[in-house]
């Protein structure tokens, strides 16, 4: 079992930064793939980047891929996300997700978090 704390959410400025964290409970955390997937009202949930379970395989959405930075600390049980030149389009909740395997898909994922959001204002 494990469970997913979000934290770090909160209002911004267009072209600021934000830096989400997901604490993780459990001694399997490190076995898993993380992911990011966000939520903005009125539309489905989407895929935003995923980090294999030793960080040495990336990805990203194409819609923020030279902007956000997966990142992942396996003593720490940490998985992070680095949000710079943020957009408006970018408001949503953010949630994290750990999977058994690193693909980008809501239905592979095992555990989720209850989220964080992320508001960007123009």
């Known amino acids: 079992q494990v469970q997913l704390v979000e934290s770090g959410g909160g209002l911004v400025q267009a072209g600021g930064s934000l830096r989400l964290s997901c604490a993780a409970s459990?001694?399997?955390?490190?076995?898993?793939?993380m992911n990011w997937f966000r939520q903005a009202p009125g539309k489905e949930r989407e895929f935003v980047a995923g980090?294999?379970?030793?960080?040495?395989?990336?990805y990203y959405a194409d819609y923020v891929k030279g902007r956000f930075t997966i990142s992942r600390d396996n003593v720490k049980n940490t998985v992070y996300l680095q949000m710079n030149s943020l957009k408006p389009e970018d408001t949503a909740i953010y949630y994290c997700?750990?999977?058994?395997?690193?693909?980008?898909?809501?239905?592979?994922?095992?555990?989720w978090g209850k989220g964080t959001l992320v508001t960007v204002s123009s």
């Open positions: 997700a750990a999977g058994r395997r690193l693909v980008a898909s809501l239905e592979a994922m095992d555990y």
């Open positions: 459990g001694r399997t955390f490190s076995s898993y793939a």
């Open positions: 980090i294999s379970w030793n960080g040495g395989t990336l």
